[in-house]
């Protein structure tokens, strides 16, 4: 099986080479055929999100392509929007398909796991799991990032509560907030305000060790956020890099 | 496009300084989004068939919206059978003329109940200018009017005021001294100052949360009383209401009525109004005759201001069915941080395709469409499930097409380059 692994641009654009060499370090344990895509702009969120609907459809296409030539049976990102906009958003629009599934890292990551039955080492702390809008709330795939977390012994994981869950027929990932990243591209002097906020109400109130979103740009709303409000306490860390530090 | 440049300016600067810098106010919010919570869960639990009404709802909404001109049609036959009169207004400037027309002359007191719609057309402020004593009876509303500026909320408009900021307004404007940290003695003091007003009022105004085609009824929801005192005291009830409240019957009013209330908190409001004309009585040989101890004239002002067109759009229809309960605001991660400052004449996600497209236009409403995270969390707690997100996106995809684009997103352009 050979995988297309999309997105590393984006994490070291967005100063995240670490999120980048925990994934890769990961890829490389599972002895996974990964192929990283070079001069790879993005999936075409971030155009379709602002509204530049013909260039979110050229880059759409190139990823298509791109796809296509890599040769990947399937494309994995831990970004949340691309897989989301590419479930239905751009192949309702444009008719456009992709030639593989297109899923989130940490489903992809979690049956790798589970078929090779990897045990990993306890790690004793309390990790903050918010999960990106897409991949939990529209795609309902917010199950994998715990069974992930779950494996690792000790780890306790916390995440956003609302009072409508088992009132009314909602998951907990429905409710999850937004930490506020896309700001730094469509109104950036809003951005720390509304970050820091995300951190001040939704993440410090369950006093955890470590915050990580199954988004990327979550992860870099909560780092905007944690940086803004001068907040030492929770260290950010993606869910790849807690599988890393308890890799046996 | 200078003039957008300065729209946007203003827009991010009010956005930033007023909202989002403001401790005060993310305070105030948070302890309202705190209680929302609190009062809807206690409102589920004692309702458990909310997610089927919701879907009724939905439904009543979608068929309704497909056929407007013929409900407004039907709305308007049924009000003149009750002796009321109909009035279809294009715009906001031919509603507030019509309004002043049916005030008269000369200066006039007129009680208002909240109307959303009324503050799209910037009526009170219109009356004013008339020469007209207008009074927001109302009280969030009440205190914005005192205050100056605009709602901070769809149903809480003052929902960033602190009791202490509150009782200074209103000893200010009743001249009485107010406990600022009794909020019963707030009201009362409010209470007090209006009774007046609504006694010696010439005309009582009101919206509508639903409007019945086949009986031409309003549904009227109220937790204050303020509204019955505003539609039964006066000799004239005017009320200005978008085409998009009508739904075809009765019982379909009332049920969108009741998942509004459902979910715009309360358990149950104090009040329902429903009101099909003007008072009557038939206790003397059963004639009829108009005017008992009510008003003697009702009117219906229906506004469309771009609604027709709307309703239209296969995308941007879904807009109209949103029935202002204010439920999304209470879980939007930007309304937390900016309040009433995320939007124009409308707030929120869903206020700005209501400005867009109805209230300012598309110039004045593209700065706050760049400020939606598309995360998607007002359609999860809106009852109709209003794909504002979606409406979001196709909005920003007109707005850069006619040039309404923030001057850092075309550098964004360049990395494609």
Redesign the interface.
Known sequence: MKVYYSGKANLLYQNFPNVHESIVFLLNKLDIDYYIPEGE?HCAE????????D?GR??AEEFITKLKESGADVAISPYAAGPGLWAD?IPDTFGVKLPVPFIHITEFLNEEIKKRNIEFKPYKTKYFLHHG?TVG??MGKAEHARELLGRIPELEVVEED???IG????RPE???????A??N??????AP??TE??VR?VVLPKLPEFVGSTCANGHAGIMMGLIAGGYKKPELKYITEILQESWR | MANFEKVYKAYVEELIEQGAKSEKLRTAIQRAVKAYRGNLKRALELFPDSPKLKERARKIKEYSIDHLPELINKTCEAVIRNHGHCHLAKNAEEANQIISNLVGEPKKIIVKGKSLTSEETELRQYLQGKGHEVWETDLGEFLVQIRGGRPMHMLAPSVDLPREEAAKLVSGITGEEIDSTNIEAIVAAVRRFLRNKYINADVGMSGANAISADTGTLFIIENEGNVKLSTALQEKHIALAGVEKIVPTLEDAFLITKVTWRYANYIVPSYVHMISGPSKTGDIEKVTTYGAHGPREFHLILLDNGRLEVAKDPVFKELLYCMKCGACMYECPLFWVAAGHYGKKYVGGIGVLWDAFIATGLEQAAPAAFTCLLCGRCKVRCPLSIDTPRMTRELRNILISKGYIPAHLKEFLKMFE
């Open positions: 702009k971030g155009a379709f999100n602002i509204g530049f609907k260039l050229k880059v958003y809008c709330r529209k609302h009072p409508s009132v009314e027929e909602f429905d409710f999850s907030t937004c930490p506020g896309w700001l591209l469509t109104q950036p002097e809003l305000y509304v906020n995300f109400a």
